[in-house]
């Protein structure tokens, strides 16, 4: 029978030391620079679009086909300025947004001129 041999109970300091000061700041170094922008602020509305502008474009784009002379195409006359302003929100969908008239841009319309109406219609359409 052999002697058991004497058992070692070595205690092993197991504390292993979990130091959570060795963990990587989280700070944020890169922070990246937002000046307060103010994001209220409106779309630049532009100058006061003046109606005169408004009638040379209708002249030059529209009065082709919306004239009782020879014919107003679709029932609709430029002649008068209180034609056009009567038309501003048709002329708004039409031209600004839909952007099919004049039909296939026959008379060339700029998009530039595009904006100019709709612009004088945001700003009231007045006839100023
Ligand atoms: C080549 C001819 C032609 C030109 C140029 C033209 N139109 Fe027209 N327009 C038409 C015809 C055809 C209609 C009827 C059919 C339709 O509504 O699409 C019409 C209809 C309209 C209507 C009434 C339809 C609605 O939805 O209320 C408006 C408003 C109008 N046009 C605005 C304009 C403006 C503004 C211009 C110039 C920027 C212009 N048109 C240039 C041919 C033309």
């Known amino acids: 029978m052999n002697k058991t041999a004497a058992s070692l109970f070595v205690i092993a300091l197991a504390l292993t ?3 959570p000061a060795a963990l990587p700041a989280t700070s944020n170094p890169g922070n990246p620079a937002t000046p307060a922008q103010p994001s209220s ?3 630049d509305p ?3 679009v003046a109606f005169a ?4 474009i209708v002249q030059q784009r529209c009065i082709s ?3 009782a002379n020879p014919f107003p195409q679709g029932g609709i006359s ?4 209180a034609d056009i302003q009567a038309r501003a929100s048709r002329i708004r969908l ?3 947004q839909q952007r099919n008239m004049p039909p296939g841009n026959s008379t060339g319309m700029t998009d530039a001129e595009r904006e100019l109406l709709g ?3 945001e700003q009231g359409a007045s006839r100023d």
């Open 17 to 19: 030391a979990c130091n």
């Open 41 to 43: 602020e409106p779309a």
């Open 46 to 48: 532009g100058l006061k």
């Open 53 to 56: 502008d408004v009638e040379g």
């Open 65 to 67: 086909c919306h004239s």
């Open 78 to 81: 430029f002649d008068n300025p």
């Open 94 to 96: 039409r031209v600004v």
């Open 119 to 121: 612009r004088w219609i």
